[in-house]
């Protein structure tokens, strides 16, 4: 395995960690990347709660959502999300895809999204609505089959994020880290939003100029570096933390996450619940 | 005792920590069993914070709430929410008795839960609420006798879940496991419904259909097996926490939880307050 | 210093850091006792943020608030809210002055408290409102006049709890215990009540009954038991906290609290800031 | 460097892990100082997270926030809000740039802030806005030219807070700590009113008679330093925190923080993303 390709990795399981202590994800919800050494591959947990993932805890799937060799474990259920969305879109590198309780107002009520400080215009101008039943009536309300997923990239057209009514958010970036960004802080907007709905029914939202130009912000580096180094550092230092899965430390042994001692212990989940590599769906 | 029953009983002392670590209960509320071996039973903690549970804390009473033995303790005084439930309810293994936060805005405006996701769908259409003055008047609002008991177990009737007005929440389950998933993500589902309800009144719930067929998630195991590594290790990582009392190592000396060196002395009390152990009521 | 004292000052300590933790006080407020040896005195800490406050911080004062000896160090400034207060009602044996979030909206909107779950009976029927400007016109809105005090104490009346209009809430108990649990729950109450309010303006509240009832399981040992047991808990294994201060471990040398090796650095605070000990007011 | 300075580099870096650890400020914002020995420089940190400041990562500025010398590393963009407002207020010792949420639902709305309890006098009777748009049309919102950051003091004038719509707040002080008391306590001001409003649109504030008193309590020594004690132990205590970066170990060589050797590690970020010190701005 390339040494880039580890670093990818790394930066995926952190990124599913980040976005877990960041609040956005629970036990459910997931980060994937398209895989850096063949654009019609992406990389993706096996089924496990995100704070919980490490590199080796990734699979390789087409963009069928297929994986490349029996994985050997469960899945999750609705990979076709980042397959279908990877197929439509080029110039995504990374999808994101949550129940974030901050959207839970604006998709329980069919509230557009408004940009309302600069940060939030990383969600774009009025990120569009997707309702499942619309085309597929009633479901279990996953994203399973592929003609859903497809269904959903279509409604993604060429925006960064759409709102999933009664189900959640999948966001999409040109890099994981920007996916990262865009997933953090369009969550805070929305929570801002709901809460300044409950002040005035008024709400001052950025102008379209505004938003095209504040939110070339998330396509900087510094922005991505500061927040970055932030998030990471919090995930490190997170008390009673898996310890550190950080980018690069390239110099360690293949496939296996550097943790100081004191942590290295904690690094291993101690309770594995049985079946968890059975291979069941979900 | 057998590996079997020495298991459930970790499995119900972690449930307790769990629902309390994930802000479903605090000092009051309790999480209990149905006897494996022994359907006429159960099993429940003596009166102290779920929180603190440990598998020796657990009391076996017969149906109607009576303990197998002298507990030579404190016990909860609303334990007649658990027996009676299991009388009535031959398909019901595990019972959730809570005053979750989340709950409060229904049960004080008599609002009907609704679920507004797909997870949301555990409490099920149209939860019933019960009022224990309709039938007993003014009451010190606690559960306790067992016809009270019996009243709320009518009101439950075939549901999942049963609203308490000004009081809290009582959650059944087909196993522990499914209980506590019900439990966490029906107060989840609450606290989302009453932020949308700040922003607008025209809630989109889930269809009757849709509640029906993502309600099965819960009763898949990969859903309840993601969740239970996540929030098992969440308790088992908290700072200061009372170290892991998760399942299974059997292997350990039969009555002790299994504590890492540096938990051990965590993991008993400092503080044992004095007259705890002397067989008050509450 | 006899034992019972001793304990009793560790148990005001505790009672101080279990408020702070529980989100009731931050840098400010405070908790105090009668001295539990003689009725016409009371203790109080000298002027620190109570999660800081340990046995030796206190000092004891008479009801007309006047340390008993020079301090030789910075006092609070509002303690006449206690000395009035125990002046006023013997049967009060511990005072709680905060200004909780909870509260907040209340207090800004003149609305009234409402029990709207069993615990929340705790802070009784309809507490009365007090506003320092009624009686004293501008001020800094801080009680410090002996009469400024002497004016909540008759506000306060037979009642538990007195709501001072744009400031905060002074609670009253029988014991130390009793008082954090009225302190504690009747914080949570107005919490649901104010979430409640923004679902509906048609609040469920306990019936004078129920009330009256329900808030007799304050003064009953178990619950007070049981709480203080789970409150001290997370005080002591607070990450990063202070280590436990908890009532009891006579055998250790007198106003010294026990703590672990592995906290005792941390029992000391390592920053002192200058001028802490120089008897300024505030 | 003088042993004075170091100490200001050690308050302000301390600073700002302070206004992050209380919620104020996430990965963006800032706190600076003017230079203690030349009124015509500030101090203000390279560019990242406010968390992870340490004292060596100030850069020295004159008034228009240019560095005194080549500091081989990222800047922030924003920094000229600090330098016009030290060039315009001579009486301003210390600046705070944030975007903390309690704030949002004003900005969002125009919703006047108000000081709805004493501590909340700090942010003053009606503090002015600003929006960025009046001057200068569509942006991408942050303040980086001089004229921008000129005409945000202008804004502020004699004022100690200024609200910017769709984007933040700027706070400024007498010193570091005054300016921290005020960023804190005008954010839980803030909060408060925002709850209060969902309850009822009659909300009680200080007279301007009160807010002028209650004002100076911000001035006065024993409030500052009980707060700064308090959030400097929350800092220092935090799980897995970086470390003390506490004022005035001046036995400690110079330039170098004290940390004890169970935090030494934790002190150096183990992540260092790459670029980070390549002079790119933000």
């Known amino acids: 395995m390339a040494n880039m390709l580890l670093e990818a990795r790394r930066e995926l399981a952190l990124a599913n960690r980040i976005v877990a202590n960041e609040g956005i994800i629970d036990a459910f919800g997931h980060v994937s990347m398209r895989h850096p050494e063949n654009p019609n591959h992406y990389l993706l947990s096996r089924s496990r709660a995100p704070e919980l993932v490490t590199p080796e805890d990734l699979i390789e799937y087409d963009l069928d959502s297929q994986p490349q060799r029996d994985p050997g474990t469960g899945q999750y259920s609705e990979r076709v999300i980042h397959?279908?969305?990877?197929?439509?879109?080029?110039?995504?590198?990374?999808?994101?895809?949550?129940?974030?309780?901050?959207?839970?107002?604006?998709?329980?009520?069919?509230?557009?999204?408004?940009?309302?400080?600069?940060?939030?215009?990383?969600?774009?101008?009025?990120?569009?609505?997707?309702?499942?039943?619309?085309?597929?009536g009633d479901t279990n309300m996953l994203v399973i089959k592929p003609e859903e997923g497809a269904s959903l990239a279509r409604a993604l057209g060429k925006h960064w994020m759409v709102l999933m009514m009664r189900h959640g958010v999948t966001v999409a970036g040109t890099s994981v880290r920007a996916c990262v960004f865009r997933s953090v802080f369009s969550a805070r907007n929305a929570e801002y939003q709901v809460r300044a709905m409950s002040v005035g029914s008024d709400i001052a939202t950025l102008s379209p100029g505004e938003t095209s130009l504040a939110g070339q912000i998330s396509s900087k580096t510094?922005?991505?570096?500061?927040?970055?180094?932030?998030?990471?550092?919090?995930?490190?230092?997170k008390a009673g933390g898996l310890g550190p899965v950080g980018p690069a430390p390239v110099r360690s042994a293949p496939g296996k996450a550097k943790t100081s001692p004191r942590r290295a212990k904690?690094?291993?989940?101690?309770?594995k619940p049985k079946g968890a590599r059975k291979g069941r769906r979900r």
């Open 83 to 136: 397959g279908e969305i990877y197929k439509a879109r080029p110039d995504v590198n990374s999808v994101c895809h949550h129940h974030c309780p901050s959207f839970m107002p604006l998709l329980a009520t069919g509230t557009d999204y408004m940009p309302i400080f600069h940060l939030g215009s990383v969600g774009g101008i009025r990120p569009p609505f997707w309702d499942q039943r619309d085309e597929f």
């Open 222 to 237: 510094t922005g991505l570096t500061r927040s970055w180094e932030y998030w990471s550092m919090r995930v490190a230092n």
């Open 266 to 271: 904690a690094a291993r989940p101690k309770v």
